[in-house]
């Protein structure tokens, strides 16, 4: 079992909706958690971290975290077509393979 | 924004031959790593370094080597090319293991092994 799942998608929006992204992870005692986003063809970029239980936003994407249920998400509020990418949900430096998002204008 | 490059930026090379990658970085960063990106695998961590001349093995070190010889420069080595190591590679830098900064990607070199 990877020890760090996404499912790979691809999940499409209309444009304006909220995305939501979803990550479930196997190790207790990590500690830190990441989202990035990578465009087709280019390397994955860092969007958010996370590393208390609860949620965290910066602009319109908002990280949660639950440690208890050992799932993090990212929720992409009034996504645009430019949001069209794949998100990669890491544990410290273990990634998932990735969801791809399609954002429909 | 150039704080870490990646060279090549592609390259075909053919089986059994010896390839290096180079990884550079100005951000003076303590740690580098290497991974490689396969559709339906994602991004595996083939070797990391925390140190100059301090390297230790990733989850598919197999085939690779790598050495630091200073604080900028992190090489990858394929010591005999094989088909199955056509991949693209990205290298990675952070200030540290679980900082809130996370990873800084250099731009990937696409190796082909023919």
């Known amino acids: 079992q990877k020890e760090v799942e996404q499912n790979s998608g691809p999940l499409s929006v209309p444009e304006g909706a909220i995305a939501s992204l979803n990550c479930t992870y196997s190790?207790?005692?990590?500690?830190?958690f990441f989202w990035y986003r990578q465009y087709s063809g280019k390397s994955p970029e860092l969007i958010m971290s996370?590393?208390?239980?609860g949620d965290k936003e910066d602009g319109r994407f908002t990280a949660q975290l639950n440690k208890a249920s050992q799932y993090v998400s990212l929720l992409i509020r009034d996504s645009q077509p430019s949001d069209s990418a794949t998100y990669l949900c890491?544990?410290?430096?273990?990634f998932g393979t990735g969801t791809k998002l399609q954002v429909i204008p | 924004d150039a704080g870490i490059t990646q060279s090549p930026r592609h390259k075909v090379t053919e089986t059994g031959t010896p390839v290096t990658l180079r990884c550079h970085q100005t951000?003076?960063?303590?740690?580098m790593y290497w991974y490689r990106q396969d559709p339906g695998h994602g991004l595996r961590l083939i070797h990391y370094s925390y140190g100059v001349k301090d390297t230790d093995k990733g989850e598919v070190s197999d085939g690779y080597s790598v050495s630091r010889s200073k604080t900028e420069d992190f090489l990858l080595t394929l010591e005999s090319a094989t088909s199955s190591q056509t991949s693209v590679y990205f290298c990675?830098?952070?200030?540290?293991?679980?900082?809130?900064?996370?990873?800084?990607f250099g731009s990937g070199t696409r190796l082909t092994v023919v």
């Open positions: 890491a544990v410290k430096g273990t």
């Open positions: 990675a830098i952070s200030e540290s293991v679980e900082g809130p900064h996370g990873y800084t």
């Open positions: 190790d207790r005692v990590s500690q830190s």
């Open positions: 996370i590393y208390s239980n």
């Open positions: 951000e003076n960063h303590r740690y």
